[in-house]
């Protein structure tokens, strides 16, 4: 246990500015998330398209 800190199971989560991911399985949808919050949702839905990612 942490005092002041909380466990979340999402596979990235995002906390004000700070933006973390469990484990390497979860690098495409970390990075996801960096382009969505650096230039936009647009974007990230695109580049999602092209590698083909659903998730």
Same mark, same amino acid.
């Given at each position: 246990?942490?005092?002041?800190?909380?466990?979340?199971?999402? /596979? =990235?989560? =995002?906390?004000?500015? +700070?933006?973390?991911? /469990?484990?390497?399985?979860?690098? =495409?949808?970390?990075? +996801?998330?960096?382009?969505?919050? +650096? =230039?936009?949702?647009?974007? /990230?839905?695109?580049?999602?398209?092209?590698?083909?990612?659903?998730?």
């Amino acid at each position: 246990n942490c005092p002041g800190y909380s466990f979340s199971d999402e /596979r =990235v989560c =995002v906390d004000g500015n +700070l933006i973390t991911s /469990r484990a390497a399985g979860c690098a =495409v949808e970390f990075a +996801l998330m960096l382009v969505e919050k +650096l =230039v936009g949702m647009d974007e /990230r839905n695109a580049i999602a398209k092209s590698i083909l990612f659903n998730g």
